[in-house]
């Protein structure tokens, strides 16, 4: 059974950068996608972006500037770095596993998903 | 990007009635090569992460009750319960998977009435 843990600081002041980790249990690291979706409180899902294991990486283009998704394929783990953070950054930030189609071009649906981590951006 | 909407925001369905949400896509997400529509669907209970439901619009995910199914193609689909239950009070949320930013509707509350 796979699982998602994550942890990284809760609480950040304003132009700080957020980082967070994720490690992945009880599955192989490919040949997945590894994404991060956050959720601001009381608001809907936004996808930040994605990374596969051969560290090839896809950004939200409305975060692009900002944000960096690394792998750690030797420790079955990545990691989502959010610079510059204010508070419109507070959210809940999941890290997730997307399942990949190979019979298709790639499709990929996100199929597993962490706990989450409450980020709050407070001076 | 392309644009989710979904309708209505809230319903409320009486114990072992049927529950319809409707999710609409900006542009179509019906992939002519494969002709599989790229739409998901989500639960979220409070306090929890996203579950998923049903991928390619219509197929379940594993160990999801048969009670739910979904349906549509190209730019409109319905996800259907088919006879509430009480453990399905829940946020549901359509997701196109198209092409990236992958985006989310907004999400569809169901409640009992």
């Known amino acids: 059974q796979v699982q998602l843990q994550q942890w990284g600081a809760g609480l950040l002041k304003p132009s700080e950068t957020l980082s967070l980790t994720c490690a992945v249990y009880g599955g192989s690291f490919s040949p997945y996608y590894w994404t991060w979706i956050r959720q601001p409180p009381g608001k809907g899902l936004e996808w930040i972006g994605e990374?596969?294991?051969?560290?090839?990486?896809t950004y939200n283009p409305s975060l692009k500037n900002r944000v960096a998704i690394s792998v750690d394929t030797s420790k079955n783990q990545f990691s989502l770095k959010l610079s510059s953070m204010t508070a419109a950054d507070t959210a809940v930030y999941y890290c997730?596993?997307?399942?990949?189609?190979?019979?298709?071009?790639?499709?990929?649906?996100?199929?597993?998903w962490g706990q989450g981590t409450l980020v709050t951006v407070s001076s | 990007d392309i644009v989710m909407t979904q309708s209505p925001d809230s319903l409320a369905v009486s114990l072992g009635e049927r529950a319809t949400i409707n999710c609409k896509s900006s542009?179509?997400?019906?992939?002519?090569?494969?002709?599989?529509?790229?739409l998901a669907w989500y639960q979220q209970k409070a306090g929890q992460p996203p579950k998923l439901l049903i991928y390619?619009?219509?197929t379940r995910e594993s160990g999801v009750p048969e009670r739910f199914s979904g349906s549509g193609s190209g730019t409109d689909f319905t996800l259907t319960i088919s006879s509430l239950q009480a453990e399905d009070v829940a946020l549901y949320y359509c997701q196109q998977y198209f092409s990236t930013p992958f985006t989310f509707g907004p999400g569809t509350t169901v409640h009992i009435k």
């Open positions: 542009q179509s997400i019906l992939y002519s090569s494969n002709n599989k529509n790229y």
């Open positions: 390619w619009a219509s």
């Open positions: 997730t596993r997307a399942t990949v189609d190979t019979l298709t071009t790639g499709a990929r649906w996100v199929d597993h």
């Open positions: 990374i596969n294991d051969r560290g090839s990486t």
